[in-house]
């Protein structure tokens, strides 16, 4: 199963979202857009080197990593960094392994690619770029391979969410704790979702869209550690997988819909 659309969002440090790479239905992009919450609209900003899709993006210390993907022909170990002030795309280090549909987050001192398929197969490895030394370092693999899963971070671990093996989406859901070098299955997801969007805020994990196997979702659920329990919370407008979610403070009331087509349509909740 295979979703060209993608396109994924990110809120780093500068209090801007961006989304970058992605399919466009035609061709294969690289492009960049940054959304500003205060003047609620988009600007085009430097593409990167490589246009791909299915890449995963993270913020760490300032600069904005893009990390792997794929095109038609090849799945990407290529990584570029950009450098907000500058508005520049550079190269960095490669990953151990090329990664299409890659998970990423930033967690302590480290950017985390998790997962992805490597053009063969949905891969359990996970590895960890430091940017101080230019350098990715494979840590414990996941208990289950998969690609287009979501990740996110919250109190000090990481999670991951959904995604598929080689062909069905997944429940199930896994969390590293870097301090223990240790994964943790958890509470399954309500329904499997591959092409998952994962946010983490107040406190929860937030699992938003995906595929199920039959149907594109627009439903979302949250994971409430506490409880150690997902739970539907609400739904977006539209079905969609392979999408990017990004939190924003902002009010909602300063951020409205793009309505120019399902293509590019923006939801806030």
């Known amino acids: 199963m295979e979703f060209r659309f993608f396109f994924f969002l990110l809120y780093p440090s500068s209090g801007k979202v961006y989304a970058v790479g992605g399919h466009d239905g035609s061709e294969h992009l690289g492009n960049m857009e940054m959304f500003d919450p205060l003047t609620n609209k988009w600007m085009m900003k430097a593409s990167m080197n ?7 993006l993270a913020a760490l210390e300032g600069p904005i990593y893009a990390i792997g993907g794929l095109d038609d022909n090849s799945c990407f170990n290529d990584v570029e960094r950009y450098d907000i002030e500058s508005d520049h795309w550079s190269a960095v280090a490669p990953m151990n392994t090329p990664r299409g549909g890659v998970g990423s987050v930033a967690l302590g001192n480290h950017v985390y690619a998790v997962g992805g398929n490597d053009g063969v197969a949905s891969l359990s490895s996970v590895e960890r770029f ?26 000090g671990c990481l999670y991951v969410v959904g995604g598929f093996d080689d062909n069905s989406p997944l429940s199930s859901v ?3 704790d870097p301090r223990l070098s240790r994964w943790d299955y958890i509470s399954e997801l309500t329904t499997p979702r591959g092409g998952v969007g994962v946010a983490t805020v107040m406190g929860c994990v937030f699992a938003v869209g995906g595929h199920n196997g039959n149907i594109y979702l627009n439903t979302v659920e949250a994971f409430d550690p506490r409880m150690n329990r997902w739970q539907l919370v609400g739904s977006v407008s539209h079905c969609r997988a392979g999408a990017g979610v990004a939190v924003c403070s902002s009010h909602i009331s300063q951020i409205r819909d793009v309505g120019q087509g399902s293509s590019n349509v923006v939801d806030c909740m």
């Open 174 to 176: 896994e969390r590293f």
């Open 50 to 56: 490589t246009k791909r899709r299915g890449i995963a």
């Open 130 to 155: 430091d940017p101080h030394l230019n350098k990715w370092t494979e840590v414990r693999e996941m208990g289950q391979r998969r690609a287009g899963n979501g990740v996110g971070e919250l109190n």
